[in-house]
């Protein structure tokens, strides 16, 4: 009998397969077509994984199946198409190998724009550390954080490593009470970003310049950071701030690893902020009461909850202004003024120097006040206007009244 044509079989299998990992299509659109390799064997029994796979970088690139799992692509026979040097499903430190076989090649990553040290900082990680080091097959390999088939690039939002991605791919394991009790590890750090700063950033205002996991631990070379590192690894993003902490009394501790820099202040998941009214408080959580350090600490909360309560005042003067028909161009100019000098005293009170918050409220009252008296004129001029037009309303209510009463004269004049 004769065996039907590979085009034929890869007809019959090519599409009936599942995609193992193909993105959610739309309800009501349909999914591009991707023409497959009739030349390729592999589809006879892997179609599905092949039809992924062509969806990723890799396969933009040129790349087949057999140049990573070997193989002889042109056989529909599975013994043949298994022969030499065959790897079905690699092991993770086989997964390492495999990938840094190409990505740790300077001169083939080079043409991508692509960093060839991706193995070498694995193996400082803390993953590389347990995988590599220890053998311990519970460390993630390439392939748990990129896929198998589907690797995407990290700006494509479909993509595992994408910035809105990356926390729940984190999650995946730190998430898992039962894997991270092994290690000692707390499994709460997904919830407490998404309430973060950091987080309401990334997911409700789709500012990717925020951190992600990544972007305080690394990605490949994956880290806590170290008590004095803490300041540093901050110092990526908050380079204003950090530069203020440096010229203040915290500084030499936090280099001396006796305090633990912005985590004295903020938490490390669940970094919030700071509201005005409470950093007296914050100070008191090692400075005992009191003392002069919190003393400093008052004085800051003090100045600061002053000019918070300025700039609403500021605000609430414009929207009346607006109210009653004025242009407020000045007024608004002069609140953006003040929201600078208040935004700078968020940076100087980092360190702690009281000058420079007295300097930075002063220029905060001087613009608001400014946009105040504005407002407090114009509802002068106002009240003004309404006590001018009393008069002139009683004698219109006067001649009315005389009017009626001489309409009422005449028609009983008109009886008589």
């Known amino acids: 009998m004769k065996r039907p044509g590979l085009g034929l079989i890869i007809a019959l299998l090519g599409t009936a397969a599942p995609l193992e990992a193909s993105p959610a299509v739309q309800p009501g659109t349909r999914e591009p077509a991707i023409e497959q390799d009739s030349e390729y064997g592999c589809l006879v029994c892997h179609a599905e994984k092949r039809r992924t796979f062509t969806m990723g970088v890799h ?40 990938c840094s076989s190409c ?8 043409q991508y724009g692509l960093d060839s040290g991706q193995l070498a900082e694995f193996r400082t990680s803390r993953h590389g550390q347990l995988l590599l080091g220890r053998g311990d097959l519970n460390a993630p390999t390439c392939t748990d954080c990129h896929d198998a088939h589907l690797i995407l690039p990290p700006d494509d939002a479909r993509s595992n ?4 991605n990356i926390p729940a791919t984190c999650a995946g394991c730190h998430e898992d ?7 000692g590890l707390p499994t709460n750090q997904f919830h407490d970003y998404r309430t973060s700063a950091h987080g309401i950033a990334v997911f409700e205002a789709a500012n990717f310049a925020a951190p992600t996991c990544t972007g305080c631990h690394g990605s490949h070379a994956a880290l806590p950071p170290g008590v004095t590192e803490v300041v540093n690894v901050c110092d990526h993003c908050h380079v204003l701030i950090g530069r203020a902490l440096h010229q203040g009394p915290h500084a030499a501790s936090a280099v001396n690893g006796d305090f ?25 959580n090692c400075h005992e009461a009191g003392s002069r350090a919190a003393a400093v600490g008052v004085e800051i909360q003090e ?20 109210l009653s028909g004025r242009q407020v161009s000045n007024e608004v100019f ?9 935004r700078q ?34 509802a002068e001029q106002q009240w003004e206007h309404k006590l001018l037009l009393v008069p002139v309303w009683f004698l219109a209510f006067s001649t009315v009244v005389l009017v009626w009463f001489k309409f009422r004269d005449l028609r009983h004049q008109g009886r008589t």
């Not at 990505?103 to 080079?110: C, L």
């Not at 633990?260 to 100070?283: F, Q, Y």
């Open 59 to 98: 396969s933009e690139r040129g790349i087949h199946c057999d140049d990573c799992h070997g193989g002889d692509p042109s056989s529909v026979e599975i013994a043949a198409a298994h022969r030499g040097r065959f790897l079905g499903d690699p092991t993770k430190l086989q997964t390492i190998e495999l």
């Open 103 to 110: 990505h740790s090649d300077a001169s083939r990553m080079r």
């Open 161 to 164: 490593v994408h910035p809105t």
């Open 177 to 183: 009470e039962q894997l991270m009790g092994r290690y």
């Open 260 to 284: 633990p820099g912005c985590l004295a202040c903020h938490s490390n998941h669940g970094t919030e902020r700071i509201e005005p009214a409470g950093i007296a408080a914050v100070c008191t």
């Open 303 to 322: 100045e600061t909850v002053q000019a918070a309560a300025e700039l609403a005042a500021a605000e609430q003067a414009i929207a009346e202004l607006r």
């Open 334 to 342: 002069r609140l953006e003024s003040a929201l600078t000098s208040y």
């Open 345 to 378: 005293m968020a940076v100087a009170q980092h360190s702690f120097d009281l000058a420079m918050m007295e300097d930075l409220s002063r220029g905060v009252r001087t613009n608001t006040s400014l946009v105040r008296a504005t407002a407090e004129a114009r």
